[in-house]
């Protein structure tokens, strides 16, 4: 169950934190899998530990908000089976706090570039007889999270472009969905921490593990072993719908 095997698969994003664990994951499953990073020395090293492991894949450097590259990659591709829209950058701040650039920014990314890379891949997923494509939501899309104004506004559009695509092309053969995470552990985390609590690292992830109901965060590996499911023929049956993945999250503090 759950084998890749002969597909292509497009990973935004893949060079670090979940990214990185669904293209490792999906390599050992037999894809062959391209990495799509703003980062191309992070790109490089996932590639490097999917070679080592007998795996398929490349790498590419791409800046998601910019149409024109992304279409430039995806042309180099070729046909594809799957494209994980994982690409994503988080801001905190309320609505009155949050500068424009910020905004901007994180707009930019998570929205305007899912739409690119769903603007480049959806031609080549019908020449190819349909596939699977997996966009990356949050918790944030579902309940209020202090202070992650533009965050929460960007997840939220991901979501609705869920249902849209999944609507739009259903008679194409290809399945849209998207998974919900919590917190996650993530380099991310690590930085933010080290970035606003210095010295009170261990204190602070503690604490950030505890508003997760289930007592810890996610690990990447979780989240890449749901992503694997959804773009698994047994998944063949599921299409416009989120996964949250949460460690109760957004059902039990309510």
Same mark, same amino acid.
Request: with cysteine; charged share 20%; proline share 4%.
């Given at each position: 169950?759950?084998?890749? &095997? ?11 934190? !979940? ?11 037999? /894809? ?13 090293? #996932? ?29 180099? !591709?070729?046909? !594809?089976?799957?494209? %994980? ?13 949050? /500068? ?10 998570? #929205? ?7 603007? @480049? ?10 596939? #699977? !494509?997996?966009?990356?939501?949050? #918790? $944030? ?8 104004? $533009?965050?929460? &506004?960007?997840?939220? @559009? ?7 695509? @999944? ?6 053969? %290809? ?26 690292? $261990? ?52």
């Amino acid at each position: 169950m759950f084998e890749l &095997t002969g597909k292509t698969a497009v990973i935004t994003g893949g060079g670090s934190g !979940i990214g990185r664990a669904i293209a490792l994951l999906f390599a050992r499953r037999g /894809a062959k899998v391209h990495i799509l990073d703003i980062g191309e020395a992070a790109g490089a090293q #996932v590639l490097a530990e999917i070679r080592e492991a007998g795996g398929q894949g490349a790498a590419q450097a791409c800046d998601v908000t910019r149409q024109a590259e992304v279409r430039a990659c995806f042309a180099a !591709i070729g046909p !594809i089976d799957i494209l %994980i829209n994982n690409a994503g950058v988080a801001h905190v701040g309320k609505a009155d706090n949050t /500068a424009e650039e910020d905004f901007d920014r994180v707009i930019g990314v998570n #929205v305007k570039g899912a739409y690119n890379c769903l603007h @480049a891949a959806i031609p080549l997923l019908k020449e190819n007889g349909g596939g #699977v !494509i997996l966009n990356m939501a949050s #918790v $944030a899309a579902w309940v209020a999270v202090p202070e992650r104004f $533009a965050y929460s &506004t960007a997840k939220g @559009a991901v979501m609705a472009m869920t249902l849209s695509v @999944a609507k739009d092309y259903l008679q194409d053969g %290809i399945r849209c969905n998207s998974i919900s995470p919590g917190r996650v552990h993530t380099p991310f985390v690590d930085g933010f921490l080290a970035k606003n609590y210095p010295g009170r690292e $261990a204190e602070m992830f503690e604490r950030l593990s505890k508003t997760q109901p289930i007592g810890r965060m996610a690990r990447p590996e979780e989240v890449a072993a749901l992503a694997l499911y959804l773009c698994s023929d047994e998944a063949a049956f599921i299409t416009g719908s989120d996964y949250p993945i949460d460690g109760g999250f957004i059902t039990l503090n309510a």
